[in-house]
């Protein structure tokens, strides 16, 4: 069984700075894409960033220039740096990954539980 676990979501002043980790855990044959979604209250969840296999990186327009995704293959960990938070960057964010579990498996779209983002003024 495969699972995403989020960490380091929290409260921060605008400006400033956070760093999201997401590790993938379990039965875990190969992992391609791996990415940060976000969802705001009463907002549909969006794509924030996403980085393939091979370090290919793609950004909301939103973010870019103030947020850089990364991963470390050899731990199944994607990372999303978050610098001049503003207020708007409020949501709770989730990790994303297509996984292929087995050999023998196709590969599967996998989802964290999320963790919050609070940006204050």
């Known amino acids: 069984q495969v699972q995403l676990v989020e960490s380091g979501g929290g409260l921060v002043q605008a400006g400033g700075s956070l760093r999201l980790s997401c590790a993938a855990s379990g039965s875990i044959f190969s992992i391609n894409d791996m990415g940060w979604y976000r969802q705001a209250p009463g907002k549909q969840r969006e794509l924030v960033a996403a980085i393939s296999r091979g370090g290919s990186t793609n950004y909301a327009d939103s973010v870019k220039g103030r947020f850089t995704i990364s991963r470390d293959n050899a731990k199944n960990t994607v990372y999303l740096q978050m610098n001049s938070l503003k207020l708007e960057d409020t949501a709770v964010y989730y990790c994303?990954?297509?996984?292929?579990?087995?050999?023998?498996?196709?590969?599967?779209?996998?989802w964290g539980r999320g963790t919050q983002v609070t940006v204050s003024s």
């Open positions: 994303n990954a297509i996984i292929r579990p087995t050999t023998v498996a196709v590969s599967q779209n996998y």
